[in-house]
């Protein structure tokens, strides 16, 4: 049966089940296909929902990360821009599967890497997750100490060879707690989140630069000379990171894509939503962190920094503004999928609510001050190295989904043991495999980038896989997945 979208009709839950025994050890309220009353969001709850999450301090942080290691302001655009081009298509192609089936990530995932295998990429991507959720955190915390600071409490900063001052870190705790009402309240909370926040903070950065280029001449501004970086810029590692920057969502998108109408309102809302609203963001990161040079004398990496710096009225709603843009992002980007992803392990004990508390547990583990202590550690160590682990997971679901089961899946078997997805006891080990072959070449250059071996001694090739690791895993897992999977 279709419905007007031309997709298959949405199931009312709890559908699975009807062909064979659902099995509770697969299924909960939060993880089965959505009923058509649920599938109310549009095109601009799309559109709101990637302008909520691109315009955040992370964003913001690429762009002043690029122009710290050597490129100019116009080939860090382009390459953000580039970058969201790219990954927009899994993004799409990945997220049709949600108007279409109605069920999350970690059950599309059970399609390929077997009913209890997609418990690894689940867990993979909710781990991801935590890491991002940890540094929205601490990037609204130090927005929040900023603005207590010109309140004019005069807290302290870190210390000679401190990352995060004790004020500092009891901002990151406060800031942690807003986030669980969010979670506890469910996905059409975040939806109206977004909307409300979305036009906010694209005028709060467009009245930053207003200020900033009345301050700076733009013959000035935009005419600084590229920093100068040992081997020059690197342009290819540099690409691989930013596409890895939205690999995340480009897995689990049909978390959000499962509420939409129809096919048009999810792509056409993502279209709009990110290549351009993420290009524009990434020039306030190059206005601010050329501007912060000329006015102070510094470059600041981080939005607050400069704001702090303004120390005007106006800088302190900059700073609530980056505490709401921050939240946004938080909620969408790094809780909506790991709730699901956990309550993918345990579907009778782990709801939604309860995977999204799990999650904001494990970040606080995180301590994303020392991740974030260098531009190279950001964009090459963090963005490059789970970008190589979701790139392999997304040539694997992208392979099923298209060119092995043609777009078809069988919704009752996600659902239930011994049907279709059971393979060897719930795991595709092909599945497994295409995995590590994605991945494993990758990681001795990870190892070196990171500083965990000596990067003097490592043969070229390795480094050079690495730099191309998303694409190098996403092409080599699908191609194994794809042979393997023809010959079954």
Known sequence: MMNSSGGAAPLAAPAPGQGRTQDASLANDDLLPTTAAQRHWAWKDYAALWVGMVVCVPT??????????????????????LANCIVLVPMVLIGRVGPKYGVPFPVLARASFGVKGANLPAVLRGLVACGWFSINCY?????????LNILGLGLAGPADGQTISTSQFMCFLAFWAVHIWFIWKGPESIRKLEVIAAPLMVAASILLVVVLLMRVPPSQLFNLPAKVVEGGPKTWAALTGLVGFWATLALNIPDFTRFARSQKDQVLGQAIGLPIPMALFS?????????????????????DGLLTQMGSVAAGLGLLVILLANL??????????PSYDFSQIAPSKISFRMGGVIAALLGLLFMPWKLLATSGSYLFVWLGGYGTLLGAIAGILLVDYYLVRRT???VDDLYCRGGDYEYTNGWNLHALVAFLLGVLPCLPGYLAVSGVVDKAGMPAIWLTLFDSGWFFSLAVAGLYYFVTAKKR
């Open 283 to 303: 020039m306030v990161g190059v206005i601010g962190f050329s501007a912060s040079a000329i006015l102070y004398g510094k470059a600041q990496l981080f939005p």
């Open 139 to 147: 990037f609204g915390a130090l927005a929040l100490h900023g603005f």
């Open 408 to 410: 078809q899946l069988k």
């Open 328 to 337: 946004t992002t938080n909620v969408a980007a790094n809780l909506v999928s």
């Open 60 to 81: 913001y942080t690429m762009a002043s990360s690029m122009l710290d290691q050597g490129f100019s302001w116009q080939m860090a655009v382009w390459l953000v821009f």
